[in-house]
């Protein structure tokens, strides 16, 4: 049974950086894509990066992501990583960790594997 886990939320004035990190167990299979998403009370998922699991590791970031966060996968490990730099009061957001057993689309309904999402606040 695939099981994720977010941890490294926390609270970071703006300009901050912060780490989150997604554990992944059994292991980190190399045909998935891994994703970070996001989420504010009364309103959907958003996506924030993608990962492809094998080959180049392939990357894909939102408009807001792209030059401020960076996803990054150590398959040693089995941890997805979400580094996040320059954080603004609108990142304040749970961010979840994703997998699904396929190529990467930015597409919620498709990621059968969630985790239980941590809490980051910018203010």
């Known amino acids: 049974q695939v099981q994720l886990v977010e941890s490294g939320g926390g609270s970071v004035q703006p300009g901050g950086s912060l780490r989150l990190s997604c554990g992944v167990s059994?292991?980190?299979?190399?045909?998935?894509?891994m994703a970070w998403y996001r989420q504010t009370p009364g309103n959907q998922r958003e996506g924030v990066a993608l990962?492809?699991?094998?080959?180049?590791?392939?990357?894909y970031y939102s408009t807001f992501a792209r030059g401020r966060f960076t996803i990054s996968l150590d398959n040693t490990e089995n941890t997805m990583y979400l580094q996040m730099n320059n954080l603004k009061p609108e990142d304040t957001a749970t961010y979840y960790c994703?997998?699904?057993?396929?190529?990467?689309?930015?597409?919620?309904?498709?990621?059968?594997?969630w985790g239980q999402g941590t809490q980051v606040t910018v203010s």
């Open positions: 994703a997998a699904m057993a396929r190529n990467c689309v930015w597409s919620v309904a498709d990621f059968p594997y």
């Open positions: 059994p292991y980190i299979d190399s045909r998935w894509c």
């Open positions: 990962v492809e699991a094998g080959g180049s590791a392939k990357t």
